[in-house]
């Protein structure tokens, strides 16, 4: 449990979205804890801010959104808005 090996950059909005959704299938399929998601998820979109918000910074791209699909970007939302 625990041992997923993701990066903290990526080139563009498909390898992000797929890193996460990556991540996110980890945690579903119960190799990942609940803080380890969290603090992956935290650091990886601080770090690529630019490729996973629109401009407005309130509202996740349009790429990153339909690769994640809606139960995903719950998760990451809930993530996301937990120390809001």
Same mark, same amino acid.
């Given at each position: 449990?625990?041992? $997923?090996?993701?990066?903290?950059?990526? !080139?563009?909005?498909?390898?992000?979205? &797929?890193?996460?959704?990556?991540?996110?299938?980890?945690?579903?399929? &119960? &190799?990942?804890?609940?803080?380890?998601?969290?603090?992956?998820?935290?650091? $990886?979109?601080?770090?690529? !801010?630019?490729?996973?918000? !629109?401009?407005?910074?309130?509202?996740?791209?349009?790429?990153?959104?339909?690769?994640?699909?809606?139960?995903?970007?719950?998760?990451?939302? !809930?993530?996301?808005?937990?120390?809001?």
């Amino acid at each position: 449990m625990d041992n $997923i090996n993701i990066r903290l950059y990526y !080139k563009n909005q498909l390898d992000l979205g &797929n890193a996460l959704k990556s991540l996110i299938d980890s945690y579903f399929e &119960n &190799n990942l804890s609940d803080s380890n998601l969290e603090e992956n998820i935290v650091s $990886i979109v601080n770090a690529n !801010k630019d490729k996973f918000y !629109k401009n407005n910074r309130n509202e996740i791209a349009s790429k990153p959104k339909q690769l994640l699909g809606k139960t995903r970007i719950q998760v990451l939302e !809930k993530v996301l808005n937990k120390d809001n």
